[in-house]
């Protein structure tokens, strides 16, 4: 017989809805979705929320941050950076965070080569000219590069990395990639890549900050090459770029292309001069980190959190694709979906010996079943963990108990349990 998750027992034994949170204009029909399914319930203070979805607006970076959400279990970021986020906070919180990098790989991957194509075809140039009311054909400073003989570089070959290689087998004479793992048919360097390819786009996804392209090697380049970066600002020196695309000899100029920039908003060139002189230059084209804003990948985006949250919080899933980033860097729960009627606990707790047997003494006069122990992410020399078990044919009342007791003997982060009943 087919089962559903009815809620989440509150310390009384009454099933209630689990409640969530959509921020910073998740797509509507996500939050739709999410209403209109069985043991949720919208809240409009995250003062109340178990689970939120989020964009880039929302930061959570400081336990002050996060403490504003004390109820918080689960955080699904719409989008790929989670740079808003800091994962050592979440874990020794014990909050699941997880992220929907997938929809978006095609939509960037397809910004990234419209962005090379437009600064090989000059279109920026052009623009400015012909709206000034001037023709210029035949002049240096409109003349387009050779894409069909150059080579196209791609530093980083993951999802959106290998999609733009994909994309670019049909346009350009030659695709070539770098990586840091070991990838069957790389480039052994970033510098001999960058030596033998006309177009570089970078799309690196690390949480760590640093110079791929530095000083040294931006200086090196040849002259005339196009840099795209659709991934992160810091990866390129802005002060080396900007001498070299306004290089005194013309023709020793690069060029830069890029929907990403160190800060971002209304007040971006104020907050840091370095941004206006880079877009100043005639060498530079840009969009406004729009790359996954069309109204389809947004939809995309947040029906994939969607699925996140709701494996989450149906099932007790952590971050179904193993995404190193995360919270709990490892897949937690994957595909074990419960049987049976009864409950499911989820308790996340650090890695200390015996903790995950206290938890279950909790339950010993129970027939526990299909329990999991699993490590997390590693914080200040700790590491957060999660242990989730099941006792099936069991009340609300006595399930809420093991709730009650686990939350009062045992010392945790995080313990919810989730009640199952037969579909009638």
Same mark, same amino acid.
């Not at 090989?120 to 000219?129: D, E, F, G, I, P």
């Not at 970033?190 to 530095?214: G, H, Y």
């Not at 230059?281 to 985006?301: C, E, P, R, V, Y």
């Not at 009062?408 to 009638?424: G, L, P, T």
């Given at each position: ?11 009384? &034994? ?24 069985? &043991? =949720? ?20 970076? +400081?336990?002050?941050? =996060? ?28 909050? !699941?965070?997880?992220? +929907? ?16 194509? *437009? ?6 140039? *052009? ?13 240096? *400073?409109?003349?387009?590069? *050779?894409? !069909?003989? $150059? ?17 670019? /087998?049909?346009? @350009? ?7 840091? #793992? ?7 360097? /970033? ?21 791929? =392209? ?54 971006? @060139? ?9 877009? $100043? ?8 980190? +729009? ?23 149906? !099932? ?11 919270? @709990?860097?490892?897949? @937690? ?10 409950? #499911?606990?989820?308790?996340? %707790? ?15 006069? %129970? ?33 809420? =108990? ?23």
């Amino acid at each position: 017989m087919a089962i559903e998750y009815k809620g989440d027992l509150s310390p009384e &034994g009454e099933v209630v809805p689990f409640r969530f949170q959509a921020r910073d204009g998740v797509d509507p029909e996500a939050i739709q979705k999410l209403s209109e399914t069985l &043991g =949720l319930q919208e809240v409009d203070n995250g003062n109340d929320a178990q689970g939120i979805l989020f964009r880039s607006k929302t930061k959570l970076l +400081t336990p002050d941050a =996060l403490g504003q959400f004390p109820d918080l279990m689960a955080a699904i970021r719409i989008g790929v950076g989670v740079d808003n986020v800091n994962m050592d906070v979440a874990a020794q919180l014990g909050i !699941h965070i997880d992220a +929907t990098p997938g929809p978006s790989s095609i939509p960037v991957a397809v910004r990234a080569l419209t962005l090379a194509l *437009s600064a090989a075809a000059k279109v920026s140039q *052009s623009t400015a000219l012909l709206q000034d009311g001037k023709w210029e054909k035949g002049q240096d *400073s409109v003349a387009p590069l *050779s894409v !069909h003989k $150059s080579t196209l570089g791609i530093i980083g070959y993951g999802r959106i990395g290998s999609e733009v290689a994909k994309m670019g /087998n049909g346009i @350009f004479a030659k695709t070539q990639f770098s990586d840091a #793992r070991d990838i069957e048919g790389k480039v052994e360097s /970033n510098e001999m890549l960058t030596q033998t390819s006309q177009f570089i786009v970078i799309a690196v996804d690390s949480p760590r900050k640093f110079e791929i =392209l530095d000083r040294e090697a931006i200086m090196a380049l040849n002259p005339g090459t196009v840099i795209i970066n659709i991934s992160r600002p810091w990866w390129v020196n802005q002060e080396a770029l900007i001498e070299r695309m306004n290089d005194p000899d013309p023709k020793n100029r690069i060029y830069y292309a890029t929907d990403v920039y160190g800060t971002e908003g209304k007040n971006m @060139f104020e907050k840091d001069p370095t941004i206006k002189e880079l877009v $100043s230059s005639d060498n530079f084209i840009g969009t406004m980190h +729009t790359g996954a804003q069309d109204a389809g990948t947004k939809k995309d985006l947040g029906m994939n959190g969607v699925e996140k949250l709701l494996a989450y919080v149906q !099932h007790g899933i952590m971050n179904p694709d193993s995404d190193p980033r995360m919270s @709990f860097n490892k897949a @937690f729960n994957v595909g074990k979906e419960k049987k049976l009627a009864g409950a #499911r606990f989820v308790v996340t %707790h650090d890695s200390t010996a015996q903790k995950a047997t206290q938890i279950l003494g909790q339950a010993e006069s %129970h027939n526990i079943n299909s329990i999991q122990n699993e490590e997390g992410r590693q914080y200040n020399g700790e590491k957060v963990a999660v242990t989730s078990f099941d006792i099936d044919n069991i009340g609300p009342d006595e399930a809420a =108990l093991v709730l009650k007791n686990i939350r009062e003997n045992v010392e945790h982060f995080k313990a919810r349990a989730m009640f199952y009943s037969d579909v009638s």
